[in-house]
Each structure stands twice: as C-alpha cells, then as structure tokens.
Nanobody, 131 residues
Framework: QVQTVESGGGLVHSGGSLRLSCTAA????????IGWFRRAPGKQREGVSC????????????VYADSVKGRFTISRDNTKNTVTLQMDDLEPEDTGVYYC???????????????WGFGPWGQGTQVTVFS
C-alpha cells in the first residue's frame, strides 16, 4: 500500500462545488484502486466512490454510493499521479472528513464501501457544507 495525501477541502454553501485531489509522493497511483471515503461527525465511515486501477482493467470502472450518484465524479490524471473527486450540488449531509486510500488489488470489490483492504489512512481533508 502507499500513503496518499488529500487536499481541496473547504467551506462551501449548499449547492456549491468542491474538487478534492489525492496524490502520492513516492509511488504511482496507477497500480492501485483508489477509494474515497468520508466520516461525518457522530457517524460511521462511509464509502463515497472507488475507481479501479488502469493496470487491472482496460475499462476504468468507477462506483459510487447511492447518496452521491449524479453529483460526484471520480477520475484519474495519470500524468499528474492524481485522483480527483469532483463534488457538485453539495448538501449539508456531505459534510465530513474525506479520505482517499489505496487498495493494492487494483479492483473495487463488491464490498469496497466497507473500506476493507484499503489503507493506510491519512488525515483526510475537511469538507463543510452549510445551508
């Protein structure tokens, strides 16, 4: 596994957008599936989105939690060694600390949202959406 660094969080009004970035200083992210997770205050960690490794599949499979489908988009920029989570039409319920983590299998399993097999976990980036 490889340690990732998240950035791009902030404070935004309901309906606004934020763009989160995930990168790694010492390893290529193309070898890994990348998952975005979040933890809201007083709630359990939740899987937000996952994208498979291009080394494992010719089709860049991405999956989303039902709560963010149609509003969030995950993508890779291999030239910048970055995975981005574009978040549009944000809602107060999207508030939380967002984490990006790697899975060395390279796949987003059917249980990806549990976070099993992903890690190591970093400090995350805070997203706050106010109404």
């Amino acid at each position: 596994q490889v340690q990732t660094v998240e950035s791009g969080g902030g404070l935004v009004h309901s309906g606004g957008s934020l763009r989160l970035s995930c990168t790694a200083a010492t390893s290529s992210l193309t070898n890994y599936a990348i998952g975005w997770f979040r933890r809201a205050p007083g709630k359990q960690r939740e899987g937000v989105s996952c994208i498979t490794s291009p080394e494992r599949s010719r089709e860049r499979t991405s999956v989303y939690a039902d709560s963010v489908k149609g509003r969030f988009t995950i993508s890779r920029d291999n030239t910048k060694n970055t995975v981005t989570l574009q978040m549009d039409d944000l809602e107060p319920e999207d508030t939380g600390v967002y984490y990006c983590v790697t899975d060395q299998t390279g796949y987003c399993s059917t249980n990806w949202a549990n976070g099993w097999g992903f890690g190591p976990w970093g400090q995350g980036t805070q997203v706050t959406v106010f109404s």
